[in-house]
């Protein structure tokens, strides 16, 4: 019986052999909070560690991933990107995020776009405060890839003992040439939706069989923007 997880497990294989020779990215430096009385440190958003958080979005073109998978027929209704917060809004200012001017993962992208296995369609990235889980916002993001599809969805990065990342995300399109899948008007809707701890290195990766996330935090310094040499 085939297994579901194979087509999952050879897409993270040849993306991590893409990036290896890129070389280690930006170290991560982030220490907890000293824990406040019943609940979450009471620090001042302005005191607050800062981070750059980066990420790619992409497009998968193997027609035989995800033929296993069942996929939903809609995007749901309270999805968390459906009220995240944009930079244009704001909530933005007032949760203290503002655009990265500074992007560290363009050979990453560089190397994205000349790989037959995927395509990138977005690159974006915001200066966020470390806030704990309770209270950090999910971050909007959007892309376009005309009729190959579209991609919607949030992205929350949150500071409590750990550093974490929680991504909701979601491909609307039709599957990629030569699969046999069929969808529904509107297009099939790819669903990733998931949650881990950052590493010390900075960087994790999100994926599902049709499209995937590279998501990148950094510490930065709070006077000058920048990442700590």
Sequence with gaps: MPDPSAPRRRLAGRLLALLLPLG???????????????????????????????????????????????????????????????????????????????????????????????????????????????VAPYLAFSGNDGKAGRLVGAVRLSLNRYLHAAVDAYWIGPPPAGSSETCPA??????????????EGGLVYFDNPRFGILLEARLIHPRSGQTPG
């Design 24 to 134: 280690a990215l930006a170290p991560l430096h982030a220490r907890p909070f000293p824990p406040g009385p019943g609940g979450p440190p009471a620090i001042p958003l302005a005191h607050r560690k800062l981070f750059a958080l980066e990420i790619i979005a992409f497009r998968g073109r193997d027609p035989a991933a995800g033929r296993h998978e069942i996929w939903p027929k809609r995007l749901p209704p309270n999805a968390p990107f459906r009220h995240a917060v944009t930079l244009t809004g704001t909530r933005a200012f007032l949760f203290g995020v503002r655009p990265l001017l500074h992007d560290a993962l363009d050979g990453v992208w560089q190397s994205l776009t000349v790989s037959a296995p995927y395509h990138p369609v977005l690159h974006t990235g915001w200066i966020v405060p470390g806030l704990p889980i309770s």
């Design 186 to 199: 509107a297009g099939c809707v790819y669903p990733l939706v998931e949650a881990m701890k950052i590493p």
